[in-house]
């Protein structure tokens, strides 16, 4: 049994005359008789009582009616889903993130993307930027957000946010109320720092900026993400450096003090493996191009 066999059919059924049904497809009448003898001929059943005078369904017929329409619609259904899936229309979309990206323009992104892709279903994945690369190797990720430069080569990139670093404190700290500091006033402070694991790049970069001021921080507290550090500091049991996005975090208690010198940049690159091939992955790139600053040269 095939399609064409059901589409034949319904015409058929509907018109309950050959030369009208026949005229309805576009067909002649013998293949019109053929393809109804070969549908009878596949479900072992008459579905036509026809001679001289009538054609109308058997009993077998009427019933088959509803089924045969319904297999029509699902296959149409069906083949929708594919183009709009091919298009980039449907299906889901998995996107890893570190959580500094709650403040550095995510929110907007997703939302200008689920505007113009309303049946697409993106699925949020916060993870480190380490294990990020290695969700997009086995492809369990479509697309990710970190804060490293030390991409594997099988990556295409986009920088999607630049920003200083700067000092969070505890409120009631003697240095909160600073318009600026320099970084050597937090020698002898307990810091807090994302894990050396997680994020290799910038916990190197804190310590090299610590020891151009003059000293080695005390770190106390090693931590996964950026607002489990924020989160210690406004509890009063240490100070940071964090990127300057997290002022936005609204965590109480705590204050964001800027350095009085520029320090090394802390950057975020959004991610996707280069051979993948993936319409919807495809859109939401070009949303993240868009959202992402440009540099002097106008390349990214």
Same mark, same amino acid.
């Given at each position: 049994?095939?399609?064409?066999?059901?589409?034949?059919?319904?015409?058929?059924?509907?018109?309950?005359?050959?030369?009208?049904? &026949?005229?309805?497809?576009?067909?002649?009448?013998?293949? !019109? @008789? =053929?393809?109804?003898? /070969?549908? +009878?001929?596949?479900?072992? *059943?008459?579905?036509?009582?026809?001679?001289?005078?009538?054609?109308?369904?058997?009993?077998?017929?009427?019933?088959?009616?509803?089924?045969?329409?319904?297999?029509?619609?699902?296959?149409?259904?069906?083949?929708?889903?594919?183009?709009?899936?091919?298009?980039?229309?449907?299906?889901?979309?998995?996107?890893?993130?570190?959580?500094?990206?709650?403040?550095?323009?995510?929110?907007?992104?997703?939302?200008?993307?689920?505007?113009?892709?309303?049946?697409?279903?993106?699925?949020?994945?916060?993870?480190?930027?380490?294990?990020?690369?290695?969700?997009?190797?086995?492809?369990?990720?479509?697309?990710?957000?970190?804060?490293?430069?030390?991409?594997?080569?099988?990556?295409?990139?986009?920088?999607?946010?630049?920003?200083?670093?700067?000092?969070?404190?505890? &409120?009631?700290?003697?240095?909160?109320?600073?318009?600026? !500091? @320099? =970084?050597?006033?937090? /020698?002898? +402070?307990?810091?807090?720092? *994302?894990?050396?694991?997680?994020?290799?790049?910038?916990?190197?970069?804190?310590?090299?900026?610590?020891?151009?001021?003059?000293?080695?921080?005390?770190?106390?507290?090693?931590?996964?993400?950026?607002?489990?550090?924020?989160?210690?500091?406004?509890?009063?049991?240490?100070?940071?450096?964090?990127?300057?996005?997290?002022?936005?975090?609204?965590?109480?208690?705590?204050?964001?003090?800027?350095?009085?010198?520029?320090?090394?940049?802390?950057?975020?690159?959004?991610?996707?493996?280069?051979?993948?091939?993936?319409?919807?992955?495809?859109?939401?790139?070009?949303?993240?191009?868009?959202?992402?600053?440009?540099?002097?040269?106008?390349?990214?």
């Amino acid at each position: 049994m095939e399609f064409r066999h059901l589409r034949y059919f319904l015409a058929l059924a509907e018109e309950l005359h050959f030369g009208r049904a &026949a005229r309805r497809l576009s067909i002649s009448q013998p293949p !019109l @008789s =053929l393809n109804i003898q /070969q549908l +009878e001929a596949s479900i072992g *059943v008459k579905l036509f009582i026809r001679n001289s005078r009538e054609v109308r369904l058997t009993a077998a017929g009427e019933a088959f009616v509803p089924r045969a329409r319904a297999l029509l619609e699902q296959a149409q259904e069906a083949g929708r889903h594919a183009r709009d899936v091919e298009q980039g229309l449907v299906g889901r979309l998995h996107i890893g993130f570190v959580g500094a990206m709650l403040y550095q323009g995510l929110p907007q992104m997703l939302r200008q993307f689920q505007a113009q892709h309303p049946l697409l279903q993106v699925l949020l994945h916060e993870l480190n930027s380490k294990d990020q690369f290695i969700d997009l190797s086995h492809e369990r990720l479509d697309l990710g957000f970190v804060h490293t430069t030390r991409a594997p080569p099988d990556l295409s990139r986009i920088l999607v946010a630049r920003q200083p670093f700067v000092c969070c404190l505890p &409120a009631a700290h003697p240095l909160a109320k600073k318009r600026k !500091l @320099s =970084l050597h006033q937090l /020698q002898g +402070e307990p810091f807090a720092m *994302v894990a050396r694991a997680v994020a290799p790049d910038y916990h190197e970069a804190i310590l090299s900026l610590c020891t151009e001021a003059g000293f080695h921080p005390e770190i106390r507290y090693e931590l996964r993400h950026w607002l489990s550090v924020v989160s210690l500091v406004s509890q009063g049991l240490g100070v940071a450096l964090v990127p300057q996005a997290l002022r936005q975090s609204g965590l109480p208690d705590t204050a964001f003090v800027p350095l009085d010198s520029e320090t090394t940049p802390y950057d975020t690159y959004c991610l996707w493996k280069t051979a993948r091939e993936h319409p919807a992955l495809a859109s939401f790139v070009e949303t993240v191009r868009a959202s992402a600053p440009k540099p002097a040269n106008g390349r990214r």
